[in-house]
């Protein structure tokens, strides 16, 4: 009888040396470690979530939004990994964001660094770590509608949904069209059982009528709900927008 083989793979190894060197703070030699994993784990999303979370820790923002949006477009089945992605792209597009013409004024995100390191946190699933930094963040920069969207994503993962639900509403008092909190208040009243859901997506589709996370949202609402038709037509209309976004394609083809 053959015997097993001693030694891990050689991409296997070099994830793990990855995830060590990257909790040792070790960021860009991990990135190397996370490459070479991800090179030969084509069909392996966490390699590169786990790629994209050392490069943005790196503070390689280019590179980092384009191993997150690769992590999303190969099917990932945690949905957790999905939220946490999502929320570090808008993380990284928050932290980009020139000021208006006409103004001098520095990004205070990009100036944060309670708010970087509870991004951080975030991605990696530490998410006593991640509240505390927001909160520091959010009494460095008070009603600030991104850090409270993200202080209520932290929450909503710590199955504190009630809470949750209060940050979101604080954003959106903030910017009645804020998209991305609308979207989440309507995940969180989801999660908390309750009917409001609806109310918060179809608001953020007034404010945008393709804004696609709520399209999704909201016909996954109604296929729960029995509403089958309005469910195809709204996985349809998201389906228009993405069309090879797995999660919406994945959806249809109940219909099929």
Known sequence: MARPDSEPR???ARFIEG?????????????EK?????????????????????????RR????????ERFLSMNPQ???????AKAALAAIEQQEAKPAPGKAE?????????YRDAVEAYLRGDYEVALAGFREALSEIPRNKHILNNLGLTLLAMRRESEAVEAFEKAI????????ALNNLGLAWTQYGSSKAREAFEKALEADPEFFD????LGSLCYREGNLPEARRLWEKACALKPDDPQVRRNLEVFR
């Open 10 to 12: 050689e991409d296997v």
């Open 34 to 58: 996370f490459r070479y994993a991800a090179s030969t784990g084509k069909d392996r999303p966490m390699e590169h979530y786990a790629l994209a979370v050392a490069l943005y820790k790196s």
């Open 19 to 31: 995830m060590k060197l990257m909790k040792a703070g070790r960021c860009d030699e991990a990135v």
């Open 106 to 114: 520095a990004n205070p995100l990009a100036a944060s660094a309670d």
């Open 214 to 217: 709520a399209l999704v949202n």
């Open 61 to 68: 923002l280019d590179a980092a939004r384009e191993e997150f």
């Open 78 to 84: 945690d949905n957790r990994y999905v939220q946490q």
């Open 173 to 180: 008092e903030i910017d009645p069209d804020f998209l991305e």
